[in-house]
């Protein structure tokens, strides 16, 4: 269920303390001139502490900086660890906005009732992004294709040797000035198919945005990475013939008639963007389907002519045009190919809508500094 966003609890209180030595201007804006992605961090982070007899307790903005954490501490020993993904746009007026944070704040409680963690609630979840750009918001830049990356993360910390649910638990929001994740222009991108490793399987964690789910991947992206791809496609884990999705981002195929197709499995994770996009074709009257689809269908159809473009879609790089699959005996494609006119159509027009460009119809932007 989708909360009223403007109603976010205004009466959690949080402690705010001040960096101290917070970066200085004309160094911040030679990172916001030039922003790389994930590298450079605000000067403030977002805490709140859970515990088993005082619940959700402690919010806070504080300096930026290494989180104390004993040896012993659950995350370290068992993987038990979640994260969002999203950003904070400047809009021309200086404004700054953020984009369907009640759909991450959702996800993140489903993630953590997957991984057996308490779920923040979305109004505090909201609060947490409200408080950290109150103090950091002249972070945001304002470039072309610039954003304020803001990654929320919740783990495991207390100090025990076990296997169970931890007892407490730490949330924390931090945040990264950052560029486009590719580097260019939306220029198509190579994908290795990955046949020798899958991401999850049927009853595993493939759903939830969990740090493991990203380290079962980095493997067979080093394996991409040697075959000059920069992202790897995933097949199921049962036949290994069926579409899953990439190491970092959902697929979308679309075909001659309009038609865009999607994987549709409870191993993948419910894409944002992904299901924005879908929803702005499906307005323009295209017809979307979410369903198995195979390796073997997409080539196939691409060798018929029966499917035109193929793009990858994520928060981190939004909409991303794939011009080549590669696998060990066959390719789709090519790493010259143009951008589909289907693909960049929409990706504008996110993109558009997220930097206040074009109207709002779907009422997805909450403002983060009103």
């Known amino acids: 269920m989708t909360i009223p966003l403007q109603m976010a609890n205004k009466d959690l209180v ?36 859970w515990s088993e007899t005082g619940g959700w307790h402690r919010p806070r903005v ?26 904070a746009y400047r809009h021309s007026d200086g404004s700054i906005w953020t984009f369907r944070p009640e759909a991450n704040a959702q996800r993140m409680q489903r993630s953590a ?12 979840f909201i609060r947490s992004l409200q408080e950290l750009i109150a103090v950091d918001g002249d972070w945001v830049p304002s470039a072309p294709e610039t954003s304020l990356y803001i990654r929320p993360f919740m783990f495991a910390k207390e100090a025990f040797l076990g296997v169970r649910p931890a007892k407490k638990i730490a949330f924390y929001v931090i945040a990264s000035p950052v560029g486009p994740y590719f580097g260019g222009n939306a220029k198509p991108v190579s994908i290795w198919l990955s046949t020798n490793y899958t991401r999850a399987g049927r009853g595993g964690t493939g759903a939830a945005k969990a740090g493991g789910n990203y380290a079962a991947s980095l493997l067979a992206q080093s394996e991409a990475a040697e075959q000059g791809c920069q992202q790897v496609l995933f097949l199921d884990s049962v036949e290994g ?6 190491g970092g981002m959902n697929v979308v195929l679309v075909y001659k008639d309009g038609t865009l197709v999607t994987p549709a499995s409870d191993t993948i994770l419910s894409g944002i963007t992904r299901d924005s996009v879908l929803a702005l074709a499906e307005a323009r009257g295209h017809k979307v389907e979410r369903r198995q689809v195979s390796i073997d269908e997409w080539r196939k159809g691409f060798d018929s002519g029966d499917i035109v473009e193929a793009f990858a879609c994520g928060t981190a790089a939004t909409v991303v045009p794939i ?3 590669k696998a060990p005996d066959f390719t789709i494609g090519s790493a010259d190919a143009p951008a589909g006119e289907v693909t960049m159509s929409l990706r504008d027009e996110l993109i558009d809508i997220q930097y206040g460009r074009r109207p709002d119809d779907h009422g997805w ?4 500094d009103a």
Do not use: W
């Open 14 to 49: 949080f402690q705010v303390n001040p960096n101290p030595s917070p970066m200085p201007v004309d160094k911040r804006q030679e990172v916001l001139d030039k922003p790389v992605f994930g590298t450079v961090f605000t000067d403030h982070m977002v805490d709140i502490c």
């Open 62 to 87: 504080q300096p930026y900086g290494p989180i104390p954490l004993d040896p012993a501490a659950a995350v370290l020993h068992y993987g038990q660890e979640i994260f969002e993904g999203m950003k």
């Open 113 to 124: 009732a997957r991984m057996a963690m308490p779920e923040l609630p979305v109004d505090y």
């Open 241 to 246: 013939k069926y579409l899953e999705e990439l």
């Open 323 to 325: 011009g080549q699959l």
């Open 365 to 368: 932007m909450f403002r983060l």
